[in-house]
């Protein structure tokens, strides 16, 4: 079983649309992370969490939200989408008691028409 | 701020070495990351740096001057599989170890 999952993998929305993307985690850790990557960039931090009543805005928050409903969930939400927020979204997780590596889920695939 | 360079594509024979450079300037550095990625795949852990010096790992290693804000990765023996990005990224202790990426390096190996 995948430690760090996606739901969905794939997501086609139209523009206005308030649209959800889910990260589940089993490895326990206490840190959990939302990136955006556009075609042929790097990874940008739109938001983190470093416990379940901690969050914190990335680089790139404007037009996301985000809850951490438990130490292993944590959604990410648009609130209206819009066309400039296509883009492959990846969560991500890590563990502060070691050296703090990230590890990534699978990704979700977000097109927004 | 911070500033993250690596070149943007490379291309190497398959059995050959190549080396990918990553600078940076910043404060408060808390360690340097590679990461692999596929085409349309997560990025995977290759490498932790925060000391100076080689971290070898099978075919890959990863060096670190924290004094010049120079990393490199090393990939030996190129399969066609390493085909890919890789990323470098910089934790900030001051940011609770938060990464800031480069913008990745893709790396084409041909037969």
């Known amino acids: 079983d995948a430690d760090v999952t996606q739901t969905p993998r794939n997501r086609i929305t139209k523009t206005g649309k308030r649209i959800m993307l889910e990260c589940s985690q089993t490895k326990g850790h206490d840190r959990m992370y939302w990136y955006r990557q556009d075609p042929g960039l790097g990874l940008q931090l739109i938001y983190y969490?470093?416990?379940?009543?901690?969050?914190n805005k990335g680089e790139i928050s404007d037009g996301y939200s985000v809850s951490r409903q438990a130490q292993a969930k944590f959604s990410l939400s648009l609130e209206s989408a819009i066309p400039n927020q296509t883009a492959l979204y990846f969560c991500?997780?890590?563990?502060?008691?070691?050296?703090?590596?990230?590890?990534f889920g699978p990704g979700t695939r977000l097109t927004v028409l | 701020g911070q500033n993250i360079d690596q070149p943007t594509e490379m291309t190497a024979t398959e059995g050959a070495i190549v080396q990918i450079n990553c600078t940076y300037q910043?404060?408060?550095?808390?360690?340097l990351f590679w990461y692999q990625q596929h085409a349309g795949e997560a990025p995977t852990f290759l490498s932790y740096n925060v000391l100076d010096g080689l971290e070898e790992k099978g075919r890959f290693s990863s060096f670190l001057s924290r004094s010049k804000g120079y990393s490199y990765l090393l990939l030996k023996e190129l399969q066609m599989k390493d085909s890919a990005s890789y990323l470098c990224?910089?934790?900030?202790?001051?940011?609770?170890?938060?990464?800031?990426f480069g913008g990745g390096t893709r790396v084409l190996v041909k037969p």
């Open positions: 990224a910089v934790a900030l202790k001051a940011a609770g170890n938060k990464l800031t």
């Open positions: 991500a997780t890590s563990d502060r008691k070691g050296t703090d590596t990230q590890y």
């Open positions: 910043t404060s408060g550095f808390n360690g």
């Open positions: 969490s470093f416990d379940v009543k901690d969050i």
